[in-house]
């Protein structure tokens, strides 16, 4: 049995296919004991979020998990297999550990992947699908998170323009658990944001798209409101926080809109974040009192800013990690010496209890103890050695140099 991660993600896979061979919760112990059910797949976890879906199993190959995969959520194994990955041991050591160190996540060094994890084996436990290996694993994986988090800066620097719009929203309000948020579009770049936003937990989030569609599959995600992009102008006084990013060849949020804003607000400040190239929101709003307009190169400038600092601590983190999979490896392979060592001992074992058992015997019927206690120690030596000695004996050849040295390095013997 072979240790495997099997899986798709935001990397490989668009949101149409992650959103078919998403698991909910409570069907994950289900679809465990399924995965598990026959002798090909011995121990799993799921790890299944909006940005990725992966399958930890011990297996003889990948192949059955992968098929299982696509005929559990009812699709041909076609459908899916483009945009599948599978790691083989070493490879899926190093890329969970990875993926809970949040090097491997759409926002770089974010935390809530760690807590997903957590819940994965948690999930994984109570299916009774958590084996030795696996068990071994997650635990590694968490030192290993913990590790990255508390050494590192992976998380200190802001390197996304997500994580600026938060930071800039953090720098007018206190508490951004207080506000409510409008992001307008519902593409990649509001998607990031709307996950970066969501971690701080506001008030409440919206999500005004042209495509009505769009807007209810990204909100159903983040537990937001949806809002028509007709409506945005009447409802624009509600929020304190706007983020936009369309492809509108012309401004969405015009100096008017904002004015009437404003008034109906009473003064109370307002965060404009506009991501779109050509711009959606007019830049004259910016001169407004009480508006804090920013722009894609004043979210830049602080990219820039943290980016080197970030860089070097996903350094650091790498090589924490390649470090923490060699020990986990290390760890497997004692687990396979195992059988043999337990086999070695129980010769010895063997060897000794009947040896004793005939010096017990000479011992009873009057015979010298000093001439018995000799000859117990030559025979015990002489079995236990009788092994290796053949082995050395029978070698030839290229063999022969490799099975000295295998021994000498067994016996621990000074090189000559």
Not at 12 to 38: K, M, N, S
Not at 311 to 322: L, R, T
Not at 395 to 409: K, S, T
Request: one cysteine or more; a negative charge.
């Amino acid at each position: 049995m072979q240790l495997y991660a099997l899986g798709l993600n935001h990397h490989t896979a668009p949101l149409a296919i992650r959103e078919r061979v998403a698991f909910e919760p409570d069907c994950l112990a289900r679809a465990l004991r399924d995965l598990t059910r026959g002798p090909a797949v011995r121990e799993a976890a799921i790890l299944s979020t909006c940005n990725r879906t992966e399958l930890y199993f011990a297996a003889e190959a990948p192949q059955h998990a992968a098929d299982w995969l696509a005929q559990f959520h009812q699709l041909a194994p076609g459908e899916v297999a483009p945009y599948l990955y599978s790691h083989p041991e070493r490879d899926a050591v190093r890329h969970v550990f990875r993926v809970a160190s949040g090097l491997d996540s759409m926002v770089l060094g974010e935390p809530q992947i760690l807590g997903q994890v957590k819940d994965a084996v948690r999930h994984a436990e109570e299916a009774g699908t958590l084996g030795t290996v696996l068990h071994k694993l997650f635990q590694s994986t968490f030192a290993v998170a913990k590790e990255v988090r508390s050494t590192t800066a992976i998380g200190a620097n802001i390197v996304s323009m997500a994580a600026a719009a938060v930071h800039l929203a953090e720098r007018i309000f206190e508490r951004i658990s207080d506000q409510h948020v409008l992001f307008i579009g519902a593409g990649e770049m509001i998607e990031l944001c709307v996950a970066h936003f969501a971690g701080t937990q506001p008030h409440s989030i919206t999500i005004a798209n042209r495509t009505e569609a769009r807007a209810l599959a990204l909100a159903e995600r983040f537990g937001a409101r949806t809002l028509r992009m007709e409506e945005v102008d009447a409802a624009l006084p509600q929020f304190d926080v706007v983020v936009s990013c369309t492809a509108s060849p012309l401004p969405i949020v015009g100096l008017g809109m904002v004015e009437r804003a404003v008034r109906a607000r009473r003064h109370r400040p307002m965060v404009m974040v506009d991501l779109a190239v050509p711009r959606d929101i007019e830049a004259e709003a910016a001169g407004l009192d009480d508006v804090f307009l920013y722009t894609v190169d004043d979210l830049a400038q602080i990219v820039a800013a943290g980016l080197e600092s970030r860089q070097q601590a996903v350094v650091e983190a790498e090589d924490i990690i390649d470090n923490r999979v060699d020990g986990f490896l290390h760890w497997m392979q004692a687990r396979d010496a195992v059988p043999v060592i337990r086999a070695l001992r129980q010769h010895a074992e063997t060897v000794r209890t009947g040896e004793l058992e005939r010096a017990l015997k000479q011992l009873a019927r009057g015979d010298e103890p000093g001439k018995v206690l000799e000859a117990l120690s030559h025979s015990i030596t002489n079995k236990l050695m009788h092994g290796p000695t053949r082995y050395l004996n029978q070698a030839e050849g290229e063999a022969h140099a490799e099975a000295g040295r295998i021994v000498r390095q067994l016996f621990n013997f000074p090189e000559q």
